[in-house]
C-alpha cells in the first residue's frame, strides 16, 4: 500500500496525502482525519522496510531536466520527491539547458553506483548518443523512465501528455472567438512536445478551413529571451496576427514582456492563449486561457512506475516483463484572454 | 582566467558571459563583440583542461536546497551550474523541504564518491546532526560552501546577503509614508534569514520609537500556504495593521492570494513591502516594492569560492588556508506599493 492506494481510498489527491503524512498545515482538518484513519486500517508502515533494504546503497534517483528555471520542471520534480519519499528514496535534479551536449557529458558523468533509476525530460526526441547512454544503463539495471517528453522509435517507460489534441483545441477557441490571422510561437523542433503543440496548431487552422501562413509560425524555443523576439517577429509584420498561441509557460512570460514595452492590453490589442500554466498570474490582472496539465502527478506516476519496475524485479526476477507508458489528458481553462474586443 | 575575469575586463555580467560562451542569443551584438574580443585576447581555452583531468571521476557538485518549488533557489542553481560549466563540473540539486530529517537523509545518502563538493543552504542554522555531517564531509576532502543561510558558530565558507539591514530599510520605507501599525510574516524561526529579517523589522520599529505589537508578528514558514493563514491572522485582528513586511517571494504569493480571496487593493486597503523580488509580476498591475539581490550571482560565487578551495589544494597541497565568507548587500526597489491612499 502505497500514497498513491490511500489517496484513491480516501477520495484525495496524492499531494494531499503526502501533506498529511509530511505534517504540512494546509490539509482541512476533515480531510487530514479521513487520510489518516485509511492508513491506520491499512496498517500504512512508511519507509521502515525500505530503510533496512537502503544500508550500503544510495538510494538516489537522479532526474535531468530541461531547464531549471522553468517551474514546470521544479513541479514535476516535487511530485517525482514526494512518491520518492515513501520508499526512502532521495530525488536529485541536473539541469541540461536544452543543450544535448550538456545532456551527454551528464549522462556520461552519471556513475551506476550513484543511482538507483534515471528519470529524465531528454532533449531531443531523436539524439542518438543520449538514447545510447540510456540504454546502456538499463542493461546497468538502472531503470530509465521518460517524463513529458518521448523519444522517436524508442520504448521506454514514461509518462506524456497528449499535446496535439489539447494545442489544437486551445487554437480552436480563439477561432471561435472570430479570430482568423493566429500566430504561433513555438519550442525546440526536435523536441516532441515543440513539435506535437505545433501540429496541433495547424490542424486546428485546417479543421476551419483557414490556409496556414508560415509567416505566423515562429520559433521561441521555450525560453522567455527567444519567444519576446518572436513576439516582436509577428508584431511587426505588415499584417500582424490578431491573436497568439504560446507553446509554453516561459515563451507566454516573453510575450508578456513585449506586450509590456509596447503598452499592449490583452483582448483590446491582442487576443491570447497559452500552453501550461503560470501561477503566480492568478493575483493579477492577467487572466490567460491555458492549457492545464496534471504536472505534480506527472513527476508522481513516473517516480510511481520507477518503483513498480523494482517490484518487477523482486517478484518475477526481471523488471522489463511490461512496459509502462501513461499519458495524462491536458484541460482548457478559460479565463478571457481569447477574446478581442475590436471584433 | 574564468569566465568572471573576462565578466569584469569586458565590463558586463559573468551571465552575460556565459551567455555568449553558450551561444545563447539573449546579448546584444556589440556586448558579445566586446566579451569574444577579451576571451580571444587572453586565449581562454574552456574546458580543455578540465576535460583531461576528468577521466574516472564523477566531476558533480551537490546542492541541497531547502525549497525546490522557490524560484530563488533555482536561480542560484542557474548562477552555480554557470560557473562550474568552464570547468566541466556538473551540478544537482536535492530538495530538503525545510526539513531537518529528511536534510539528514540526504546527506547520509551522498557518498563522498559521487562528488567533489557540496554547496548547501542548511534548513536550520544550529542543527548538530546536519553540522556533523558537514564536517565528516570536508575531512573527506569534500568542500562544503555555505549559500544564503549561515550556520551558528561554525566557520564555513559562504555566500549570504546582509538582510537584516535590508529589511530594516524596507520596513522603514513603509515608515516614511505614515505607517505605525506594521505586520510580518516571518520564516522559520531556526533559519538565520528568517531570524534576521524579524531582527530588522524590529530595528526599524526601534529607531522610530514604534512599540513593538508581538500580535503584529506572525509566523508563515517562508511558505506561500503558512502565509496565507498568518496573512488571515493579521488581517482578523481587532485592529489589523495597514502595512505588511513579506519576508519572502513565496510568503507574498500567500498575502497576494488572501488579498485576492478577500477583494484587498494594494495602496488602497493595504500597504505592502516584500523581501525578494517575483518576476511573473513585472508584467502586470501588481507593483511591489522589494529587497532585490543579485541571486544569480551569489550561486555564481558559491560555486567559485568552491574552485577556489580545489585551485589552493592544488597549489598548497591543502585546501584550508583561507575562509572565504563573502556578503551581498541588498538593495531596495521602490515602486509604490509602500504608499497608502487612506493617509
Redesign the interface.
Known sequence: MNIYDIAKEAGVSPSTVSRVL?N???VKKGTREKVLQVIEGKAYKPNLLARSL?VGV???I?FLAPD??N?FF??I??GI?DCA?EK?Y??????T?E?TE?EH??LE???P??MMGLIITPVSERDENTVEWLKRFEQQGIPIVLVDRDIRGCKFDGVFSNDEESACEAVECLIEEGHKKIGVITGPETSKPGHDRCAGYKRALKKHNIEINENYIVRGGFKE??AY?AMKALMEQKEPPTAVFSCNNMTT?GC??Y??EKGMKLTRDISMVCFDE?????????HLTSVARPIYEMGYEAMHILEKRYEDKEKRGSDRYIIRRHIVNPYLVKRGSEKYLQF
Chains 1, 2 share one sequence.
Open positions: 509530511n504540512r498545515d494546509n537502503s544510495s538510494r538516489n537522479a531549471i528555471e517551474p521544479s513541479k520534480l516535487h520527491s519519499i526512502d532521495n530525488v536529485f535534479m541536473f539541469g539547458d543543450n550538456r557529458k551528464i558523468n552519471l556513475k553506483e550513484m529571451e527567444g523576439r512570460l508578456l514582456r506586450m509590456q503560470i501561477k503566480e498570474l492568478e493575483y493579477t490582472d492577467i
